[in-house]
C-alpha cells in the first residue's frame, strides 16, 4: 500500500515538474555534447599540431645553421612582426603583395561578413578610427541585418513552404503533417545541392589550393556563420577577375543565409518538432492565459464590429436610387 502511495506520489511529482526535468536533461545533453566534442577534437587534431611544431622547429635551427651571422632573437623578433602582420591580413610574401584587402569589393565583402556575423577574421580594421567605426557599424548594422533577413524569409517561406504544402492538402487531399515532412525533406535536399555541392564543386575548380572537400568544408562554415577564416576565397596571387569573384562571393553568402533560414523555419513550423520544443518550454500560469484570452476576445470582438460597420456602409454605398441625404436638409424638411 505504501510502496502504491510512494509511487503514484512520485509520477504525480514528475508529471507536475515535467517541463523542469526536461530542461535539465537538455542542459546535461548539452554539456555532455560540448564535452564529447572537446574530446574528439583534442584526440584528433593533436597528434597535427605535435608533428607541426617539430617540423618548424627543425626548420628554424637549419635555418640559424645556415646564417651564423643571424641571432634567434633577431629571427624571433622578425618572425613576431611577421605574423602579426599575417593576422591583419598583411602578407610579407612577394607573390600576395598585389592583393589589397580595404579596395572596394574587399571592403564590401568584409562588410557582408560582419553584418551576417561570420567573421573569418582574415582582414580586420588597422586603425583605431576602422576599428571605431566597425564597433558603431556592427551595433546598428546588425540588427538591420536582422530585420532585413526576418522581413525577407517571412515573404519567401509564405510562397516556398505554407501554400506548397496547403495546395496539396487540400487539392489531393494528403495529410497536412504528411506534406509538410515531406516537403521540408525536399526543400532541404535543394537548398543543400544548390547551396553546398554545387558551389563546392565550382570554389574546387576555381581555388588551385581547394578540393571538393575543403570546398563543402568553407560552404558549410560560412553559411553556418561559423566563420573559421582558415579557407577564404579570392585570396591567391594569380586570381582571375578578383573583383568580381568578391562580389559574387558576396551574393552567395547573402542569398545563402537566407535559405538556410528559409529551411530552418520550413523544418520549425513541423509539427511534431512544435511538440518537441514544448517539453523543454516553461508553461504560462492560468491567469496570463487568461488575460491572453481575454485580450484575444476583445480584438476579435472589435474587429468583427469593425468589419460588420464597414460592410454595411459599403452596401449603402452600392444600393441603386439611394441618396444620401444631410442632416440639414432632413431638419429643413421636418420644419417645414
Known sequence: MLQSLAG????RLVEQHRSAWCFALLVLGYLLYLVFGAVVFSSVELPYEDLLRQE???????????????????????????????????????????????????SLFFASTVL?????????????GGKAFCIIYSVIGIPFTLLFL???????????????????????????????IIHAMVLGFITVSCFFLIPAAIFSVLEDDWNFL?????????????G???????????????????????CYLLLGLIAMLVVLE?????????????????????????????????????????????????????????TSQSPTSNDSSLNN
Open 150 to 180: 526576418t522581413a525577407v524569409v517571412q515573404r519567401i517561406i509564405v510562397y516556398v513552404t505554407r501554400r506548397p504544402v496547403l495546395y496539396f492538402h487540400i487539392r489531393w487531399g494528403f495529410s497536412k503533417q504528411i506534406v509538410a
Open 8 to 11: 503514484s506520489s512520485c509520477v
Open 56 to 106: 618548424l622547429g627543425k626548420l628554424k635551427q637549419r635555418f640559424l645553421e645556415e646564417h651564423a651571422c643571424l641571432s634567434e632573437q633577431q629571427l624571433e623578433q622578425f618572425l613576431m612582426r611577421v605574423l602579426e602582420a599575417s593576422n591583419y591580413g598583411v602578407s610579407v610574401l612577394s607573390n600576395a603583395s598585389g592583393n589589397w584587402n580595404w579596395d572596394f569589393t574587399s
Open 228 to 250: 573559421l577564416g582558415d579557407y577564404v576565397p579570392g585570396e591567391g596571387y594569380n586570381q582571375k577577375f578578383r573583383e568580381l569573384y568578391k562580389i559574387g562571393i558576396t
Open 266 to 322: 520550413t523544418f520549425c513550423e513541423l509539427h511534431e518538432l512544435k511538440k518537441f520544443r514544448k517539453l523543454f518550454y516553461v508553461k504560462k500560469d492560468k491567469e496570463e492565459d487568461q488575460v491572453n484570452i481575454m485580450e484575444h476576445d476583445q480584438l476579435s470582438f472589435s474587429s468583427i464590429s469593425d468589419q460588420a460597420a464597414s460592410m454595411k456602409d459599403d452596401q449603402k454605398a452600392n444600393e441603386p436610387f439611394v
Open 214 to 226: 575543403e570546398s563543402f568544408y568553407f560552404c558549410f562554415i560560412s553559411l553556418s556563420t561559423i
Open 116 to 128: 551576417s556575423t561570420t567573421g573569418y577574421g582574415h582582414t580586420v580594421p588597422l586603425s583605431d
